[in-house]
């Protein structure tokens, strides 16, 4: 009974885990191959061609010597040395009493005053057509508070300015009522002496037909404001909306309200036209909405694909986004 046991035991044991001659020959060539493709790279690694980095190297090196030789110089403008002089020296005279409006540059420095501040001294006399009193000359830029106290016993002006008279405003007799009267004017006056009011209560007018002088009738809206409006609206082609105005550049949000307050852009008004396929450069960069950029971009774009047929066929231009290409999309002509 004890036999038995171990022998139905191995039987069991072959059954589950034993193999047949076939798979056992099969194992055995796996395992060959397996070996013979481990050992195989080392066998052919003596036939392998040994790399030698010095052609390569002086290959490298030539082409370097080449594009050394062969490069543009980049624009580096190199400004001439200005030659250095010495400032003559100027003789120092005795303090006397002096009249500054007669003085030259070289007068103030022999009397100790730097020659920067001599020759500042001369063209400030002479903008203001004179010295009138010792003041003027001590709020010269650059003048010393020691210098000029020491100066100052000398000069034959006195302290202060004199007082100022009355203009022809002040000195008219109806000055006080001078509100009163139409336009501000006062009467006996010269009609250039007038400054003219702006109406209080003033209509609409067309934003797209306005002129200068109709844009000035708006209160903060000078003769340059007006310029650069029109200049823009020409530039642009025309306004679609009140609302652009608020593009102009450096418009204060003050004057771009008041701009939309009393100007409107007629129903159905239909701006000058861009021809997105002939345009040329100077056409494409002068619109507000395409510029210099963009319009290299427009050109070359347009040479590459061929001409533009619809407003969305600038969708797939990448530096266009969409709130650029809806704002240009009423001036495009196809």
Same mark, same amino acid.
């Given at each position: $009974?004890?036999?038995?046991?171990?022998a139905?035991?191995?039987?069991?044991?072959?059954? %589950? /885990? @034993?193999f047949s001659?076939g798979?056992t020959?099969g194992?055995l060539f796996?395992?060959a191959?397996? =070996?013979f493709? &481990?050992?195989l790279? %080392? !066998?052919l690694?003596?036939?392998?061609?040994?790399?030698?980095?010095?052609?390569?190297?002086?290959e !490298?090196?030539? =082409?370097?010597?080449?594009?050394?030789? +062969?490069?543009?110089?980049?624009?580096r403008?190199?400004?001439?040395q200005?030659?250095?002089y010495?400032?003559p020296?100027?003789?120092? *005279?005795e303090?006397?009493?002096?009249?500054? +409006?007669t003085?030259t540059?070289?007068d103030?420095?022999?009397?100790? =005053?730097? @020659?920067? *501040?001599?020759?500042?001294?001369?063209?400030?006399r002479d903008?203001?057509?004179? /010295?009138?009193?010792k003041?003027?000359?001590q709020?010269? %830029?650059?003048l010393?508070?020691?210098?000029y106290a020491?100066?100052?016993?000398? #000069?034959?002006l006195?302290d202060?300015e004199?007082?100022?008279t009355?203009?022809?405003?002040?000195?008219?007799?109806?000055?006080?009522?001078?509100?009163?009267?139409?336009?501000?004017?006062?009467?006996g &006056?010269?009609?250039?002496?007038r400054?003219?009011?702006?109406?209080?209560?003033?209509?609409?007018?067309?934003l797209?037909?306005?002129?200068t002088?109709?844009?000035q009738?708006?209160?903060?809206?000078g003769r340059?404001?007006?310029?650069?409006v029109?200049g823009?609206?020409?530039?642009?082609?025309? /306004?679609?909306?009140e609302?652009q *105005?608020?593009e #102009?550049?450096?418009?204060?949000?003050?004057?771009?309200?008041?701009?939309?307050?009393?100007? /409107?852009?007629?129903?159905? %008004?239909?701006?000058?036209?861009l021809n997105? +396929?002939?345009a040329?450069?100077?056409e494409?960069?002068?619109?507000p909405?395409?510029?210099l950029?963009?319009?290299?971009?427009?050109?070359?774009?347009?040479e590459?694909? @061929?001409?533009?047929?619809?407003?969305?066929?600038l969708?797939? #231009?990448?530096? $266009?986004?969409?709130a650029t290409?809806e704002?240009?999309?009423?001036y495009?002509?196809?």
């Amino acid at each position: $009974m004890a036999t038995k046991r171990p022998a139905a035991l191995v039987r069991a044991i072959r059954r %589950y /885990f @034993g193999f047949s001659r076939g798979e056992t020959n099969g194992f055995l060539f796996l395992l060959a191959l397996m =070996v013979f493709w &481990l050992v195989l790279p %080392y !066998l052919l690694q003596p036939a392998l061609p040994e790399y030698n980095a010095t052609t390569d190297k002086q290959e !490298l090196d030539r =082409v370097a010597a080449e594009l050394t030789a +062969n490069r543009q110089p980049r624009f580096r403008k190199t400004w001439p040395q200005r030659p250095r002089y010495a400032r003559p020296t100027v003789a120092q *005279v005795e303090l006397t009493p002096f009249n500054p +409006n007669t003085l030259t540059a070289p007068d103030w420095e022999a009397r100790g =005053v730097p @020659g920067f *501040v001599a020759t500042r001294l001369v063209r400030y006399r002479d903008a203001v057509g004179g /010295f009138k009193a010792k003041s003027q000359i001590q709020k010269a %830029y650059g003048l010393e508070p020691a210098v000029y106290a020491r100066l100052a016993p000398y #000069i034959q002006l006195p302290d202060q300015e004199p007082p100022r008279t009355k203009t022809a405003w002040a000195a008219h007799a109806n000055y006080p009522a001078w509100k009163d009267q139409p336009g501000g004017a006062i009467a006996g &006056l010269p009609t250039a002496a007038r400054y003219p009011r702006k109406p209080l209560h003033l209509a609409h007018f067309d934003l797209n037909a306005a002129d200068t002088t109709q844009l000035q009738q708006i209160r903060g809206v000078g003769r340059r404001l007006a310029a650069r409006v029109v200049g823009y609206r020409e530039r642009l082609g025309g /306004f679609v909306r009140e609302e652009q *105005v608020g593009e #102009i550049y450096n418009l204060a949000p003050d004057l771009v309200d008041s701009l939309r307050k009393y100007t /409107f852009v007629k129903e159905g %008004y239909m701006p000058a036209s861009l021809n997105i +396929n002939q345009a040329t450069l100077a056409e494409l960069r002068d619109h507000p909405y395409v510029g210099l950029r963009l319009g290299r971009v427009l050109i070359s774009y347009r040479e590459q694909h @061929g001409p533009f047929h619809q407003p969305d066929d600038l969708r797939p #231009i990448r530096i $266009m986004d969409a709130a650029t290409l809806e704002k240009l999309r009423p001036y495009l002509r196809f």
